[in-house]
């Protein structure tokens, strides 16, 4: 009855996105202080036309992009204008001067980017930032810390061309500078409502308030009234969900949050009664609602910012330095360019009939650092009916034990199961050990063994990771009697077929792997895995996690 | 904009407690805040660094020396001035490089005048001040090495690219993070002298209280610094006062004792322990303008001086909080 009662708003809402959307960006435009708003949407005709509506701001457009330098951010040196006027040049940084901050590909910015960012916007309430995210999958997103201070979040999916409608950008000064009071019972109402959503940050009713009373101002009004309410909920608060509100009555028949509607009430009645607001955000909250907090809530636990690529030259072992541009943050090898520009000194001064030493970029020495990167420990886990009734409990006590150490080592640890006819990514790679061990201590076991799915599984976990500069090892732990085959159905000769398959693939790529045998009594195909995994093989010894665990390391090698 | 004022903040006052008291005593080492986002972590560092009283220091000195023979040659003052400056109070961006950390060589003017001179870094400006870590389970891990090495040392040596320097680098530490996103490594944790955990406040008037006084604030800024001034002045005037009733203070033999035996009981690793436990607990007594410490003062800063150094189970998941105040119970009774 809830859904029946909820369709028909879906749908106008639906075709509200555009709407809503349009009326973030003015919001902004009133009140910077807002922060920003998150536009998730692949690039394409809507979002151009989204795009091309603030353009219509009056301050101009600053593009940041994921792999932006702390130079083009914060301003640096100019070098080259410097060393060829022999004159101190400086750039101004992005981030000093005035204007619309874009950040294009949010979903690919560092947390080194976005704690920058996160910092200068909680000294700013001059500007703004855009985040245009283009994430594909649930798990992709903006980094929470910087999507936090963003006030808005509109997912443009869903939303065609024919749909919207252009909106003049109207003339935002007067409104602007509007002062308008929000009175004490909707300042209750929307913290009232922020905490039913679940939603524990201050951040989202500060949010809320702000925005209510940026579109009073819009609206020319000096005081808040519902209708400001009610948009405000719609655009700060649905997104941040992380319940759905219980409904305490049944929900009455007609009443869908449109202008018209809160009109008609009385202009005395100022807030909206909780449930009106409560079932604006409803309405509002996405049906996949859960899987998504479920995504979140992964995001979160990946965690600390080290995975980033180390292709970088700032650290490490020093060698040699070589002849480069000074680029995005390399470190220039002082003394090395000095030596390289002195011999020239004699015939550049008489070229040029400056005197003082004569730098050129082609004399410049990069620093260069070899370093290791972190390592991330992936634990493709058996949690199939077999692997339970045997030895599940000792394999999870062996997996803690290797956290544990994984914990000295400061290595990343992620964590998968296969049980029934797939795998299932539990945890990404993090450093947080207490969720490592909810998530494994929550895990059933039941079900058959899709060992191949397992590894593939793991597999595309160990890519991901390389690409992000850590160096993965993947620990299959299983009773290796697979009977899953890769498309989910019971066979088990083509699962073994599969597995080995799988195995090659993983080899190819040069995975390193431990197959860690969990059965009651070795298991020869496992054996036959492991070799065509170039990996060692282990059964688990009975009862004694900790020996396996001291195997495990001997192996990894420290 | 001013910062948020200190005395405003509603609620948290565990860490509000924690911050005042290092401001009493620096040397009890830093705070370490954990919580969520949006708990107002930030707004009370940066509320701190305006509540902090002034000190005298060497006009454009690099490192704050309050004394003019203090000054390192490498500064080149031509003129030695003592001036009244505000307490630095630094930012330490996550994945700010060593150079900027430390300091390095300058190379503006080793490029353009090849001149070798010495540019400080943020080490040298947090002097005699704080250095605010936002996201500090999040640092690198080399950051966090150099980090301890000069916390523990109180110098930072620069040796790099022709140049030797070094530097007395005294600051207060102050961190703060969101356990969630990652652990962090023991050996920092233990040089924080304090550390508290924050959470939002769960219970709608408060927060609403919060979110009005924000409004507030942004609303009619003048007006919302002159309220809360002559509250942020009288807790100033506190820690000026308790930083002079701290000398007089007197411990007495069985507080020490009881001292020693509390940390045993909760077998906190080295004596670092005990050492900011007694200094915490003066700071609080003389705060309270109390003349003698008593377990009171002790029971009440247990929690923020030792919780975070137990030995810990990385993989135990209740918070350390709950361990130290049921052991305070036996020990102190």
Redesign the interface.
């Known amino acids: 009855m809830e859904r029946a009662s909820r369709e028909p708003w879906k749908k106008f809402l639906a075709s509200e996105t555009w709407t809503h959307a349009v009326r973030a960006l003015q919001l902004l435009a009133i009140d910077p202080?807002l922060g920003g708003i998150t536009i998730r949407a692949r690039s394409g005709p809507v979002r151009d036309k989204l795009f091309a509506q603030f353009s219509q701001l009056p301050q101009p457009i600053r593009k940041l992009h994921p792999a932006i330098s702390?130079e083009a951010l914060f301003g640096g040196?100019d070098?080259t204008a410097?060393?060829q006027t022999?004159?101190?040049v400086s750039n101004p940084g992005l981030l000093e001067q005035a204007g619309t901050f874009v950040l294009t590909m949010a979903e690919r910015a560092?947390?080194?980017?976005a704690?920058?960012l996160a910092?200068a916007l909680?000294g700013n309430?001059d500007n703004f930032l855009v985040a245009l995210d283009e994430g594909a999958e649930p798990d992709e997103g903006l980094d929470?810390?910087l999507a936090?201070r963003l006030a808005f979040s509109i997912d443009l999916a869903g939303v065609s061309l024919s749909q919207e409608s252009t909106h003049a950008m109207i003339d935002l000064a007067e409104a602007r500078d509007r002062?308008v009071l929000?009175n004490?019972a909707a300042?209750?109402q929307?913290?009232?409502i922020?905490?039913q959503l679940g939603i524990?940050?201050?951040?989202?009713?500060?949010f809320a308030?702000?925005a209510a009373k940026a579109n009073a101002a819009l609206f020319g009004r000096s005081n808040v009234e519902a209708e400001d309410l009610e948009i405000a909920c719609a655009l700060t608060l649905a997104h941040r969900a992380t319940r759905i509100p219980e409904q305490s009555s049944p929900e009455p028949e007609s009443p869908p949050p449109n202008k018209e509607s809160s009109e008609e009430k009385d202009e005395q009645t100022l807030a909206l009664p909780d449930e009106l607001l409560l079932d604006a955000v409803r309405a509002l909250l996405p049906d996949n609602l859960l899987d998504k907090l479920n995504a979140r809530k992964a995001r979160?636990?990946?965690?600390?910012?080290?995975g980033a690529a180390r292709k970088g030259n700032?650290?490490g072992r020093p060698q040699p330095s070589r002849e480069g541009r000074l680029s995005d943050?390399a470190?220039?090898?002082?003394?090395g360019t000095?030596r390289a520009a002195t011999p020239w000194q004699t015939i550049r001064r008489n070229a040029s009939g400056r005197t003082?030493?004569q730098?050129r970029p082609s004399d410049l020495r990069i620093k260069r650092f070899e370093e290791k990167s972190d390592r991330l420990l992936i634990f493709a886990v058996d949690a199939s009916g077999s692997s339970a009734i045997s030895r599940l409990a000792e394999a999870k006590g062996a997996v803690?034990l290797l956290?544990?150490q994984a914990?000295a080592r400061?290595d990343h640890v992620s964590l998968v199961a296969f049980r029934g006819t797939e795998a299932e990514l539990l945890l990404p790679p993090?450093?947080?050990?207490?969720?490592t061990?909810?998530r494994l201590a929550s895990l059933p076991g039941g079900g058959g063994t899709p060992l191949a799915s397992g590894m593939m599984a793991a597999f595309e976990q160990a890519v991901h990771a390389t690409s992000r500069g850590l160096t993965p090892t993947i620990a299959i732990l299983t009773d290796g009697r697979a009977n899953i085959a890769l498309d989910g159905k019971a066979d088990r000769k083509k699962a073994a077929k599969d597995a080995l398959q799988v195995a090659t693939i993983l080899r190819s790529h040069g995975m390193d792997a431990i197959v860690i045998d969990t059965g009651n009594r070795p298991e020869p195909a496992l054996r036959n895995l492991a070799q065509t995994l170039d990996a060692a093989y282990l059964p688990l010894p009975r009862a004694d996690a900790q020996r396996l665990s001291d195997s495990v390391t001997t192996i990894l090698g420290d | 904009m001013p910062p948020f004022p200190f005395s405003a903040i509603v609620g948290q006052d565990e860490m509000k407690q924690a911050m005042i008291l290092t401001a009493i005593d620096a040397s009890i080492g830093g705070v370490l805040v954990f919580g969520d986002r949006g708990t107002g972590k930030s707004t009370a560092v940066r509320a701190l660094a305006a509540l902090l009283p002034k000190i005298k220091a060497i006009k454009d000195c690099p490192v704050n020396s309050a004394k003019a023979k203090e000054v390192p040659d490498w500064a080149n003052l031509a003129t030695k001035k003592s001036v009244t400056v505000a307490t630095p109070v630094v930012d330490l961006p996550l994945g700010a490089t060593e150079d900027r950390v430390t300091g390095a060589l300058d190379i503006e003017k080793a490029l353009t005048k090849g001149d070798k001179a010495f540019q400080p870094g943020l080490l040298a400006k947090a002097k005699r001040g704080n250095l605010y870590i936002d996201e500090v389970n999040l640092l690198e891990d080399h950051i966090v090495d150099l980090l301890l090495d000069v916390a523990q040392s109180g110098e930072n040596v620069v040796e790099r690219e022709g140049l030797s320097i070094r530097h007395p680098a005294r600051f207060v530490l102050v961190g703060s993070g969101n356990p969630e996103e990652g652990e962090l490594r023991p050996q920092l944790l233990d040089r924080f002298g304090l550390s508290v955990e924050v959470a939002s406040p769960k219970d709608i008037e408060t927060r609403v209280e919060v979110i009005k006084r924000r409004d507030g604030f942004e609303n009619d800024n003048a007006a919302f610094m002159l309220r809360w001034q002559a509250e942020d002045a009288a807790i100033r005037d506190r820690i000026l006062t308790a930083r002079k009733a701290l000398i007089k203070l007197k411990t007495s033999d069985k507080t020490l004792n009881d001292v020693a035996e509390l940390c045993l009981a909760l077998g906190s690793d080295g004596l670092r322990g005990e050492l900011t436990l007694l200094k915490a607990a003066r700071a609080y007594a003389a705060w309270r303008d109390d003349s003698a410490l008593t377990r009171a003062h002790l029971r009440a800063v247990a929690p923020m001086a030792l919780r975070h150094r137990l030995r810990r189970d990385p993989l135990d998941e209740a918070g350390s909080g709950t361990r130290v105040a049921r052991t305070v119970e036996e020990v102190l009774g």
Do not use: F, W
Request: proline share 3%.
């Open positions: 202080g702390d040196l070098l410097t060393l022999g004159q101190l560092t947390t080194n980017l704690a920058r910092c909680d309430h929470p810390r936090e002062v929000c004490s300042v209750h929307l913290t009232d922020a905490c524990d940050s201050i951040r989202a009713p500060m308030v702000r979160q636990g990946r965690g600390n910012g080290t700032r650290r943050g470190r220039i090898d002082i003394v000095l003082g030493l730098i803690e956290l544990t914990y400061r993090t450093r947080s050990l207490v969720q061990k909810k």
